[in-house]
């Protein structure tokens, strides 16, 4: 579904990704982890357009992400959930949700998402005309999972969904995730928790440094002496 | 002693009267360069500019075209409308991330421009509409049809504006921006068409206040300068960007300017207004309204 060869990336003079290769097929969950500063959310921010690699090719179905405007790149089915969420504080969460249908046609189904996305969060339902930014970190992070599915995506991005929460709210949010795929939906999650992560993934790379370490299945990795050591802390 | 304070009450009423037809307007004004700002992060010093161009536009269409105002009004809304995507596209897209300094010189300049413009283009006459609404009398209140107007239309336009960013996806996406430019991508929203958007409801806002400026004033080049800078304090007092201050503020300082007036020359409602301001910024430099962030 989505493929990255060789891509390049940075910000003016600095360099965060070298020569990444990554591949997500239909249907699949896969993780990214590694450590803070590997390029993580960089490698998302090239996916979704809002930086542009220096090298290398993307492609989502055939289509080449670097020649599709960012703006466009949510119609060819992928939705981003930023890392911090990045809601829009002063809007109501019904606002928010719509402003991930913003695309036209997400737009002309607006009802039938919006009921789609208060059934997985009913939650978000009773509290529709709150301010985004006045809501528990768990609820916001909900809601900008639900914001995503707004345009109803092919592929999922979710980069740190962990981050911030406390414990009892990070299981929630990755039981979510399993709710999200066994729909059918293909994700691809960046994570620091890395032992949450792969209970919940299909296969995972290892990215350090701004280049792929490593990969393999969950539970190759869960059984490898790499992860173990210096992610697992066993 | 008694028949005095009867007096003095009926113009009391008076002045407080006039003072909310009056903020009703400047409440528009404000509003329009509210929205430029709190959106696009650049603040229009020719706004008021854009507005003498409307009325110009007024006059022209109603005196030498021979048209009716109520068929001028909306062709002049629309020609602001399209000026004010033009100095978009023009001065402030190739700005956008110039220091903030470059930006209001920029529109600073173009304040000059329009008004040498309208100087070589229309002269230096006073003109007007030729048309003169007669005046209501309440009792002993006088108030001009030409206020009442102003009021009901500006009122009328704040909330078409209002339903129009509440109600719709485009409305919705240009609150959005001003909270979160970055992202606006993610949601499939392209940034520089919202900037169109904005800046050509925020011209016709101007032209919407052209239209009833026009009624009560006479048009020359200079005439943005009566109500260009008290615009900008009415903004600064409630806070840049923030449209609910502005619209208090606009109201705060038309009731200052016409009780001011009232107990001296209208000139003296200017001064104390002015004065307001200079004594607010240093208790609430932020605005009225102004968010603890």
Not at chain 1, 105 to 132: C, G, I, N, S, T
Not at chain 2, 158 to 182: E, K, P, S
Not at chain 2, 237 to 265: K, T
Request: hydrophobic residues 55%; contains cysteine.
């Amino acid at each position: 579904m989505l493929e990255l060869k060789s891509v390049d990336a940075g910000y003016g003079s600095f360099h965060a990704l070298f020569g990444v290769n990554l591949e997500v097929k239909a249907g699949e969950a896969v993780g990214v982890i590694g450590p803070n500063g590997a390029g993580k959310t960089t490698l998302m921010r090239v996916i979704s357009g809002l930086i542009r690699p220096t090298k290398g090719s993307i492609a989502m179905q055939g289509t080449n992400v670097l020649t599709t405007p960012a703006h466009k790149i949510v119609e060819l089915g992928i939705a981003h959930v930023p890392e911090n969420r990045r809601l829009f504080p002063r809007l109501t969460v019904e606002d928010n949700l719509k402003m991930g249908a913003y695309m036209p046609a997400a737009r002309a189904r607006y009802a039938e998402r919006l009921e789609f996305v208060f059934d997985l969060f009913p939650r978000m339902k009773e509290r529709r005309h709150q301010l985004a930014g006045t809501m528990s970190g768990g609820e916001q992070q909900m809601c900008a999972i639900g914001r995503a599915l707004m345009s109803d995506p092919k592929l999922l991005l979710l980069d740190e969904p962990s981050a911030g929460l406390a414990p009892v709210v990070v299981q929630q949010v990755f039981e979510l995730v399993k709710r999200i795929r066994s729909g059918g939906l293909t994700v691809l999650i960046v994570e620091q928790n890395v032992q949450q992560v792969l209970q919940v993934v299909d296969r995972a790379y290892l990215l350090e440094a701004g280049s792929i370490r490593t990969s393999g299945s969950s539970a190759e990795l869960l059984a490898s002496d790499t992860i173990r050591q210096a992610y697992l802390g066993v | 002693m008694g028949s005095f304070l009867e007096i003095f009450d009926i113009y009391l009423l008076e002045a407080v009267l006039n003072g909310i037809l009056l903020g009703g307007v400047l409440a528009l004004l404000a509003l329009g360069l509210n929205l430029i700002f709190g959106v696009i992060d650049v603040t229009w010093i020719c706004y008021a500019e854009l507005v003498m161009i409307g009325m110009y536009g007024m006059y022209y269409l109603v005196q030498y075209y021979g048209l009716s105002y109520y068929v001028a009004a909306p062709i002049a809304i629309l020609l602001v409308a399209a000026l004010g995507a033009l100095l978009h596209f023009l001065v402030i897209a190739p700005l956008l991330s110039s220091p903030p300094i470059n930006q209001l010189l920029a529109t600073g300049g173009v304040l000059f421009v329009l008004q040498s413009f309208a100087t070589v283009a229309f002269g230096i006459d006073f003109r007007n509409l030729g048309i003169r609404l007669p005046i209501l009398t309440l009792g002993d209140m006088h108030l001009s049809y030409s206020r009442l107007l102003a009021f009901g239309a500006a009122l009328i336009g704040m909330v078409v504006v209002y339903l129009f960013m509440t109600r719709t996806f485009t409305g919705t996406a240009i609150r959005a921006i001003a909270q979160d430019r970055q992202i606006m991508a993610l949601m499939g929203v392209d940034a520089k068409k919202i900037y169109v958007v904005t800046s050509a409801l925020g011209g016709a806002l101007a032209g919407l206040a052209a239209c009833l400026l026009v009624l009560q004033y006479d048009v020359h080049p200079f005439v943005g300068l009566s109500f260009g800078p008290i615009t900008f304090l009415i903004c600064v007092l409630g806070g840049l960007g923030n449209f609910v201050g502005g619209f208090v503020a606009a109201f705060l300082f038309a009731e200052i300017i016409s009780l001011g007036g009232l107990f001296s020359d209208l000139e003296w409602g200017y001064v104390l207004a002015f004065a307001f301001f200079i004594l607010m910024m240093f208790i609430r430099p932020a605005g009225l309204l102004a968010r603890r962030s």
